[in-house]
T-cell receptor
Framework: NAGVMQNPRHLVRRRGQEARLRCSPM?????VYWYRQLPEEGLKFMVY????????ESGMPKERFSAEFPKEGPSILRIQQVVRGDSAAYFCASSPPQGINYGYTFGSGTRLTVV | AQSVAQPEDQVNVAEGNPLTVKCTYS??????LFWYVQYPNRGLQFLLK??????LVKGSYGFEAEFNKSQTSFHLKKPSALVSDSALYFC???????????FGKGTRLHILP
């Protein structure tokens, strides 16, 4: 039973390019959460999705960032026209449909570097 | 809205000594509380949780935490620290009426040999 899979592990983009980060939840998990970790800061909640639905996007920047979790396939966090300030580690977590009483399972993260 | 405070950016402890990493929280209802650990260039690993019941919770690697409702605290403890415990520790809280978990800024734990 594979854990939460994130790819790529490392991603380098030039300013102005697009970044696509993928997250495959654990088998049987239908809830996905994205967090961003900036240097010397904690984990900041970005968005919570269920299949084909965005449940809570209160932590998403208003521009350039979007997320989806289609019926088939991984969840995607998309950052358009990246800037240096987007450089961070992005973590995905998943939980089962009956809720997150038992916390999340995290992926190993994608480290985005914007040059 | 819920929030978590970890007042110490860094904690240094000699190997073999007891350790405490502090955490206080704020939620409008009854909380779910968690501790996670992050090793360099890795994701977060679950250590322990408080859902209900006994205020003293035991978790992985010999760690434990005590839920104190009156002080709204959930401090992480270990009786005897190991060098391998050196890592970044995150306290987290979830309001039972919400589905997302909010994390503190993290405390870097250094165990000195």
């Amino acid at each position: 039973n594979a854990g939460v899979m994130q790819n790529p592990r490392h991603l380098v983009r030039r300013r102005g390019q697009e970044a696509r980060l993928r997250c495959s939840p654990m088998k049987g998990h239908s809830h996905v959460y994205w967090y961003r970790q900036l240097p010397e800061e904690g984990l900041k909640f970005m968005v919570y999705l269920q299949k084909e639905n965005i449940i809570d996007e209160s932590g998403m920047p208003k521009e350039r960032f979007s997320a989806e979790f289609p019926k088939e396939g991984p969840s995607i966090l998309r950052i358009q026209q990246v800037v240096r300030g987007d450089s961070a580690a992005y973590f995905c977590a998943s939980s089962p449909p009956q809720g997150i009483n038992y916390g999340y399972t995290f992926g190993s993260g994608t480290r985005l570097t914007v040059v | 809205a819920q929030s978590v405070a970890q007042p110490e950016d860094q904690v240094n402890v000699a190997e073999g000594n007891p350790l405490t990493v502090k955490c206080t929280y704020s939620v409008s209802g009854n909380p779910y509380l968690f501790w996670y650990v992050q090793y360099p260039n890795r994701g977060l690993q679950f250590l322990l949780k408080y859902i209900t019941g006994d205020n003293l919770v035991k978790g992985s690697y010999g760690f434990e935490a005590e839920f104190n409702k009156s002080q709204t605290s959930f401090h992480l403890k270990k009786p005897s620290a190991l060098v391998s415990d050196s890592a970044l520790y995150f306290c987290a809280v979830r309001d039972r009426r919400d589905d997302k978990i909010i994390f503190g800024k993290g405390t870097r734990l250094h165990i000195l040999p």
